[in-house]
């Protein structure tokens, strides 16, 4: 099974930006559909973004002109640039390899408060 670890979450101001990444191991990551997802306090777990091995995006509609996935091979990283960040983007975040569904990293918080 892969190994996720997540990083770079934080409290920011409306409007502010942040940049997470995910670290993998344990699986051929070069050809990983790989995801992020986002769980919010008394909220069911949201799919966010997504990105193919040869670098396909896919966004929710809530994040689209605000958010980016991109992927570095080289690293085993898969990062979420997320910018014109609103209170609704508070949640923790969890990326996932999506040939392994039911293995997820502890997460990064991400706060959004003025």
């Known amino acids: 099974q892969v190994q996720l670890v997540e990083s770079g979450g934080g409290l920011v101001q409306p409007g502010g930006s942040l940049r997470l990444s995910c670290a993998a191991s344990?699986?051929?990551?070069?050809?990983?559909?790989m995801a992020w997802f986002r769980q919010a306090p008394g909220k069911e777990r949201e799919y966010v973004a997504r990105i193919t091995a040869n670098g396909d995006t896919n966004y929710v509609t809530s994040v689209k002109g605000r958010f980016t996935i991109s992927r570095d091979n080289a690293k085993n990283t898969v990062y979420l640039q997320m910018n014109s960040l609103k209170p609704e983007d508070t949640a923790v975040y969890y990326c996932?390899?999506?040939?392994?569904?039911?293995?997820w990293g502890r997460g990064t918080q991400v706060t959004v408060s003025s």
């Open positions: 344990g699986s051929i990551f070069s050809i990983s559909l």
């Open positions: 996932n390899n999506v040939l392994y569904p039911n293995t």
